[in-house]
């Protein structure tokens, strides 16, 4: 990434506040005094992400003593449910075919994440980080334990239904963008797809192309764009739902240290309203910013 792109992630931070729908009402207010929120109606047509319905029921986890916002935030949403938390592993085990036997990839993992908590994955290459990223996506099966996101379990050999993805973000880590459509249509596609009109979906998608300093690139396609630039329109796009659950695979691994502090300043920011964001990575610039850190290397 050159010098004129570094600065242009800083100016467009600078110039642009990242607008997060709240998801409690609770969380920090970046409207300017007096202006009302706006009900673009998805707000009600979203569920109450977190809150047990159908599935596996879910003990209480976490502490009532945590008086942190992002806690305070998420007790407000939840009511009943407060102290569910929007990801719990229990004792995962995932295998894979080797030759004619399994291999276990990962085994005995057990951890929770709160909504509105940044919690970093961490480990070596091979660790397991994006496996165990994907099977708390739904999209690859686990052998043993329980798999907890967004209110549903799941045990093993199960996956999730269409319905559910909807409610994880998934940043991948090499980006799965769309090679046909351009950057703003990439950003927007999330909200498309739930039947938001285009008038107020793209102004989402800009918005977020510019926090992420890519106002210039957002008729650009996929392959007219660095890899650092891919890196930000893909994660826009898995932003852009403000989903219960964030996953990013590897947020930063292409970014230099200036989109690095954006991605994470995001992340954070993304989380003080209710999202529960889970980061695999081993960029020790990343995860020293996270106040919890499951190490799939130590264990
Ligand atoms: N579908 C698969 N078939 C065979 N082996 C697999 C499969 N998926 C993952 N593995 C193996 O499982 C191990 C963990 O892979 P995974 O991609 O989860 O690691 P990672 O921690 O994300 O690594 P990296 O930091 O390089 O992205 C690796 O040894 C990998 O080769
Ligand atoms: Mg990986």
């Not at 920090?28 to 009600?44: A, H, I, L, V």
């Amino acid at each position: 990434m050159g010098r004129s792109d570094m600065g242009g992630i800083e100016r467009g931070a600078a110039a642009v506040k990242l607008r997060v729908r709240r998801r409690s009402g609770s969380g920090p207010d970046d409207r300017p005094s007096g202006e009302e929120p706006k009900n673009d109606g998805k707000q009600e047509a979203e569920p109450v992400d977190g809150t047990p319905s159908e599935g596996t029921t879910l003990p209480e986890a976490v502490s009532h003593d945590d008086q942190s916002p992002a806690a305070a935030s998420s007790r407000s949403v939840l009511g009943r449910g407060a102290e569910v938390p929007p990801v719990r592993v229990t004792g995962l085990g995932v295998q894979i075919k080797d030759g004619d036997s399994r291999k276990w990839i990962v085994r005995n993992l057990s951890f929770s994440a709160r909504a509105g908590e940044v919690v970093g994955l961490a480990g070596p290459s091979g660790s397991g980080k994006t496996t165990v990223l994907m099977c708390l996506a739904g999209v690859a099966h686990h052998a043993e334990g329980e798999v907890h996101v967004a209110g549903k379990g799941r045990l093993p050999g199960q996956l999730s239904p269409p319905s559910e993805l909807r409610k994880v973000g998934i940043v991948f880590q090499d980006y799965h963008l769309v090679q046909a459509l351009n950057a703003l249509d990439n950003v927007s596609l999330p909200l498309r797809l739930d039947g938001t009109r285009w008038k107020r979906a793209a102004p989402e998608a800009i918005h977020l192309l510019a926090w992420f300093g890519l106002s210039r690139s957002v008729f650009k396609y996929p392959s007219q764009l660095s890899g650092g630039e891919q890196q930000r329109v893909a994660i826009a796009r898995a932003m852009v739902r403000q989903p219960a659950v964030l996953l990013a695979d590897e947020p930063t691994a292409h970014l230099d240290a200036a989109s690095t502090r954006l991605v994470a300043e995001s992340l954070h920011e993304l989380a003080l309203y209710g999202t529960c964001v889970i980061v695999s990575s081993h960029d020790p610039r990343l995860l020293s910013r996270f106040e919890h850190v499951v190490d799939l290397g130590r264990r």
